[in-house]
């Protein structure tokens, strides 16, 4: 039985916007998520534009939200990364709000002809056992599915926190700054056959080897701002490479930004020894904590954070879109 007052909900009872500017922060935040407390800073550095940020409101009430980040001197944003839907209300159409509100707003956001960017949202690791946690999951997948997203990859986000034992590897790598971009693409290209990572083998179905190594160098590595002599490449005493790893700071944290091992040299455990030179150019620069991320079913390089002494805090989904909008 419907609650009393609880009536269906039409698009023509919506009002479906960009909100103004920071004045409408606390409007926006009616609905919570984990990221609200970085959202002033971020639209005043640029990472968030007002016409990025969108409401559905159903009279003065909030009904949903949806919000994306991009860099700073970015044109075009890189990734939905808020989208909340009223979790309270027993209302059978909430969802259909939230649809009415992606529609509109990823119109407005994408352009015409242009893949939109992929939807990501931090949840509780253990979100699939608990009946709230799931239905919050479950809700907004559904929604992003009815307008074309489908979902690519489950995420454990990883953390070392300040004073936590780094591990001491035996003493059978060498490890140097990386030469040049052209080096860093090489081994990148290489690491890339026989990937785990969900994300890498989206690209190669979409470009070759060499492409997508190129692409993820000037679309990912080219934007920390943390020194680029912090890349290390891991290799044998006689000089051959194994590995690298790129140690890096984003807009937030300290982060091991990727990790890779080439193809003739897994197996043998060499992903330990390089992931603590990583761990311990960071941990040189006293941050509170580095944070990493790796898939759900790359067990093996889950264990090699846990190895070295990196928790998992939280779990990510992550949606892509096959088509452009």
Known sequence: MRRPGAFPVSRDDLAIRSITGPEELDLFCRLPYVVDDELTEDLAAGRRRPEWMWVALRGDRLAARAAWWGR?????????????????????????????????????????????PDYIRFIPPGWRD????????EDRMAALERVGARLLV?????????????????????????????????????ALDGTLDAHSRE??????????????????????SSPRDWWRVATHPDGEPVGFVIPARNDYNAIIAYLGVLPRYRGRGYVDDILVEGTRILAARNPPRIRASTDLANVPMANAFRRAGYAVYQHQIDMTWAQAS
């Open 72 to 116: 700073e001197n970015d044109s075009e944003p890189l990734v939905l990364d808020v989208f909340d839907i009223n979790d309270d209300s027993d209302d059978p159409g909430r969802i259909d709000i939230g649809v009415w509100l992606l529609e509109t707003a990823i119109a407005k956001v994408v352009a015409a002809g242009v893949r939109p």
């Open 130 to 137: 608990d009946d709230r946690a799931r239905q919050i999951v």
């Open 154 to 190: 489950e995420r454990l986000r990883l953390e070392w926190r300040s004073g936590t034992s780094i591990p001491v590897p035996p003493a059978r790598l060498v490890f140097r700054p990386v030469t040049d971009r052209a080096e860093l693409v090489e081994l990148l290209t290489l």
């Open 203 to 224: 690209a190669l179905g979409r470009a070759s080897a060499a492409e997508a190594a190129a692409d993820q160098y000037e679309g990912e590595f080219m934007g920390y």
